[in-house]
């Protein structure tokens, strides 16, 4: 019994130091940890600065770009139809897609036989009005000579008939003399009736004659119509397009024969958005005449042109928006009807306006701008336009600052920056310090002394240490590199 006692303290003993020895391994174990964590810190880390493109903020007056696509069209282009039908027995040289004629060219003669034909019996049925007309008049002449002459025998009767009743009233006269005067009178009274009559007659004569020579004229003005519209022309000078006949073929009355164009008149139809049509009127709501520039990129070949424009359409499409506006070309050299090209329109100048890269708007309008100690600043701006890869905004807090063009993830407000810019004046001078005699004679010394540094810097650094005053950032460097 007592031999189990001490086996069991032995072992109780045993698992004690056993215990306690593990527990100091494990502080030994956690003090070197802690150790070498404190021997391998590095030195503090230094704030990183950026390098960062900027542009000075100058306002000024800018002239936006409006840019949009459209259709280059004719604001002349006529249908050429054949006005008679017939034969074609003659076509120009000239006629054929693609070929320029002239104004007053001939361009389609169809067979004129029948319509020469109907102008010589018009023009036979015209000589025979006239004709009509003159022995109208002839007629006429006559029966108002014989109207004159049946008046007058009627007053010479009326005298005979009452100086026979004043001799019966006188008693000499006789009652058969009285009645055969009366008689004679009435004689020269129906007489004077029959030529009105005749008059009437050949007035009606006239007039019938009248209107058959204006009728026979309009009917031979028709037939001469009729001639002239089997020769077509050429109204204006133009290119043709989609001719369809050749010579001999029958054509139909208003069939089509071909499309004349007038290429020295083109304009191009292009649609806008109602906000943009909204930035091209005057205050008095009319459309401003602004100037555009057309241009085709085809193959590398920019064919382009200028303009200006003149209208817009008068009603917007249906299940359409915008407008639609149209500009004449000046001198549109090789562009046709039909081209789908770029339009760019001048819109009215904008004052006070700061052009800056797309980059340098966030997408909540604001800028970054290198404040004091060179680091960013935001700034809220307001956006006034958007040309292509450029910005123009508005804001006159930051008229004059330094702003960021590109702005990354990595940059914010308070980041250290350092700016570089075309315009040297506009970054901000290093810091310069003042040395002493004996500190500049020393810098002197370890920089001749120093084998390693290339001859350049050696000069560059000499050059700094013979002004007045030495750039902090040197000074600071030689300082560490000698040990205070």
Known sequence: ???????????????????????????????????????????????????????????????????????????????????????????????EDGARVTSGEVLVQVDPTKARYALDRGRNDLLDAQAEQRDADRTLAL?????????????????????????????????????????????????????????????ARVDQAKTRLERTSILLAEAQKDLDDTRITADFSGTLSEVTIVQGGLVSLNERLATLIDADALEVAFRVSTTQYARLLDPEDQLVQAEVRVSLDALNTDLSATGVITRDAAAVGEGQTGRVLFA??????????????TVRVTEPALENVVRLPATALS???????????????????????????????????????????????????G????????????????????????????????IEGNRRMPSEAKERMLRALAEPEVPARMVERLRSRMGG
């Open 1 to 95: 019994m007592k031999f189990l006692r001490q086996s069991l303290t032995g072992l109780f003993l045993l698992s004690l130091t056993a215990a306690l020895m593990l527990y100091a391994g494990y502080l030994i174990h956690g003090a070197v940890q802690d150790r070498l964590a404190q021997d391998i810190k590095g030195p503090p880390a230094n704030e990183r600065v950026f390098t960062v493109n900027v542009q000075r903020a100058e306002p000024g007056v800018e002239n936006p770009e409006l840019v949009a696509f459209g259709e280059v069209q004719s604001r002349r282009s006529l249908e050429v139809r054949a006005a008679a039908a017939g034969t074609v027995v003659q076509l120009s040289e000239n006629f």
């Open 143 to 203: 029966a108002r000579d014989e109207l004159n002459a049946a008046q007058a025998q009627l007053a010479l009767r009326q005298t005979a008939f009452a100086r026979q009743v004043d001799l019966q009233e006188r008693g000499v006269g006789t009652a058969a003399s009285v009645e055969t005067a009366e008689l004679a009178q009435a004689g020269a009274q129906q007489a004077v009736l029959s030529n009105r009559r005749a008059v009437a007659q050949a007035e």
């Open 328 to 341: 004449r070309l000046d001198s549109a050299r090789g562009l046709k009807p039909g081209d789908f090209v």
């Open 363 to 413: 997408a909540t309008g604001e800028v970054l701008i290198v404040g004091e100690g060179n680091r960013l600043q935001a700034r809220k701006v307001t956006l006034i336009r958007r040309q292509q890869d450029d910005v123009l905004v508005r804001a006159p807090e930051i008229t004059g600052e330094l702003v960021v063009t590109r702005r990354t993830p990595l940059l914010g407000e």
């Open 415 to 446: 980041i250290s920056v350092k700016p570089l810019t075309g315009d040297r004046s506009a970054i901000e001078a290093p810091e310069m310090v003042a040395l002493s005699d004996e500190e500049r004679q020393r810098f002197v010394a370890a």
